[in-house]
């Protein structure tokens, strides 16, 4: 599926392909909810349906990941819900070996993900896996999310990245359409981010369930001749 001769450096998404999508469904669509109808005395039903329709009309926008756009909207501490459900926050299956595999193949490792801060540095101290990756960028960083072109040029900048000799891996087929778009030439899906749902389909782009799929890293470590 992959020459890894071909590619310097491997861009990774956060939730849903190197943590479980578990976590974030259930908070924004059951346990936010009912917290936010328990706070103000609302209606579960109805404050549910009102919520998702709010926090979908944002979707594709940098507001739509952000902690302290929504405290400010919805008037309750994002952060703090997280914490009360933050013993679902797990890695995918083979993430470590996967990681630790590029890493001893002499290969980049960067996190690129669209999570705020607040949620980025929770799920970090939870799992660790910043000890595993080479450079960590939020979109928030950036001011524009990762389905926008401004975030693909802001990070060839920021990392004299070349497009070309880069593989990325997401879960999101509107954010995999704009790193295509962009100019990464190699991008990969994650059919199954979410262990509690089936998998699904993501048109137009080759994807795996787990990193397994992957290992061992054919054709590593990366040689002279490739990275020259």
């Not at 302290?68 to 995918?92: A, M």
Request: aromatic content about 8%; hydrophobic content about 40%; charged content about 25%.
């Amino acid at each position: 599926m992959i020459d890894w001769q071909k590619i310097d450096t491997v861009l990774l998404d956060m939730d849903g392909t190197l943590l479980d999508l578990h976590f974030d469904n259930f908070f924004w669509l059951q346990h936010l909810p009912a917290r936010y109808a328990e706070h103000f005395g609302l209606c579960p039903t109805k404050a549910a349906e009102d919520l998702h329709q709010r926090i979908a009309a944002r979707q594709g926008t940098l507001e739509w990941y952000c902690l302290d756009y929504w405290t400010g909207q919805l008037g309750i501490d994002i952060v703090q819900l997280k914490e009360e459900v933050c013993h679902l926050i797990r890695e995918r299956p083979f993430v470590r070996e996967f990681l630790d595999d590029l890493r001893d193949s002499g290969r980049q490792r960067v996190l690129v993900t669209n999570a705020h801060r607040a949620s980025l540095d929770l799920k970090l101290r939870i799992t660790g896996i910043d000890t595993r990756l080479d450079t960590i960028i939020s979109s928030h960083d950036f001011g524009a999310p990762k389905e926008s072109p401004h975030f693909w040029q802001r990070l060839q900048a920021e990392l004299s990245l070349d497009p070309g000799r880069s593989l990325f891996i997401d879960d999101s087929e509107p954010v995999l359409t704009a790193a295509r778009q962009f100019g990464i030439g190699h991008v990969l899906g994650i059919a199954l981010p979410d262990s509690q749902r089936d998998a699904k389909p993501l048109p137009g782009f080759d994807t795996i369930h787990h990193f397994d799929e992957l290992l061992p890293l054919v054709g590593s470590p990366l040689t002279a001749a490739a990275s020259s």
